[in-house]
């Protein structure tokens, strides 16, 4: 398997998925800490789903995607409950424009066809900054020459206020496939 493969994470990968979650609670990542704390079978009992990164028969890398109609009748939400352990991690700007993330938005793409993908991002939180990094990595990146990301709007989404961000499809296909 390539180091950069995304594959499909499904119920029969659950032991590897319990492997990858305590590695995430002894980070104290709370949304990765258990299986349940991710949604992890919830996500995929109401269609939604998973994929990930295996390297040397260990999980090192997670993100979720579901609908969110919320936003839009076509919408889907990716990068859900996103993880990547230090040893598969590879600092960027934002989860989109490393190699790993262009391999999985090449996923979301190839399960997701003619749906619009969004990510979401926390405006605030006051007990994990590192959780609203990303959100400023995003809000660079939406400003950036040819971004991929675009701002649809804030919104309060699971009792925290958000903001949602398109995939530019499109734009995502014409620089890097």
Known sequence: MNYLEVVDITLDHLDLVEEFCKKCNDLDWVNNATPEAMHFEDTIQEGGGWC?????????????????PEVGDNAWRV???????????????????SPRGKS??????????EKD????????????ANI???????LIESKMKNSIIEHVKDMEYKLCMQSVWRINIERFKQLYT
């Open 132 to 138: 609203t990094r990303y959100h400023r990595a995003l």
């Open 52 to 68: 990930g990164i295996i390297k040397d028969n260990n999980l090192i890398s997670i993100a979720g995607y579901h609908a969110i």
């Open 104 to 113: 999985y938005i090449n996923r979301f793409i190839k399960l997701l066809p």
């Open 117 to 128: 993908l969004v990510v979401t991002s926390n405006i605030e939180n006051n007990n994990y």
């Open 79 to 97: 990068f859900y409950r996103s993880a990547t352990l230090p040893e598969g991690n590879n600092k960027t700007l934002h989860r989109g424009t």
